[in-house]
C-alpha cells in the first residue's frame, strides 16, 4: 500500500489540530466557541481591553484564576498574565511552549528545589511563576513577539 502526500499531510493538519484549536502563547487568543476544551475550563470570558499597540483579552477560569492575554496587531498572543485561587493548566496557556516549561521544573526537582518561584529563560521564552496553594501569579512572554518599544516588564508586573 502506497501513502500518497495529501494523506500525510491529512495525519499531520490532524495531529497539530489541538494545538491549533485552543489558545496559547504565540497562537490566538481564547475565544468562546473555538475549543470545547477551552470553553470547559472558562467561567466567563470579559471584555476586550484596548492598549496603546495591543489588546488585552482577559478570561476567568473554572478555578478562580484571572488570565490576561496580550495579543499583538497581527493578532498573536505575545505575553500571558495570571494570578488567583488555582493555577492555570499551563499546557492551555503555554501550548508548543510547554516542554521548555516542563523541563525547567524538573530541572530544578532534580537539583534539590523544592517551591518557590520558577523562572525559565530559554531561546526569546521567558516565564516566572510564584505563589502557593491559594494565591498564584505569573507571567509569560515571547520576546520575538513583543511590539516594538513596549516595555513588556513594566506590562505584566
Not at 43 to 70: C, H, I, K, M, W
Request: aromatic content about 10%; some cysteine.
Amino acid at each position: 500500500m502506497r501513502i500518497k502526500f495529501w494523506q500525510i499531510g491529512c495525519v499531520a493538519l490532524a495531529w497539530l489540530t489541538p494545538w491549533c484549536a485552543h489558545a496559547a502563547l504565540g497562537g490566538l487568543p481564547f475565544a468562546a466557541g473555538v475549543s470545547a476544551e477551552v470553553d470547559a475550563r472558562v467561567a466567563s470570558y470579559r471584555s476586550v481591553q484596548a492598549g496603546q499597540g495591543y489588546r488585552v483579552y482577559p478570561v476567568d477560569l473554572n478555578n478562580g484564576t484571572l488570565v490576561q492575554e496580550f495579543v499583538d496587531a497581527s493578532g498573536q498572543v505575545f505575553a500571558l498574565r495570571w494570578s488567583g485561587s488555582g493555577l492555570p493548566d499551563m499546557g492551555m496557556l503555554l501550548g508548543a511552549h510547554l516542554p521548555t516549561f516542563k523541563a525547567s521544573v524538573q530541572a530544578a526537582k532534580q537539583a534539590g528545589k523544592r517551591g518557590g518561584p520558577v523562572l525559565v529563560q530559554s531561546g526569546g521564552f521567558v516565564l516566572l511563576s510564584t505563589g502557593a496553594m491559594g494565591a498564584f501569579q505569573g507571567y509569560a512572554y515571547l520576546q520575538a513577539l513583543v511590539p516594538p518599544g513596549l516595555n513588556v516588564q513594566s506590562l505584566l508586573k
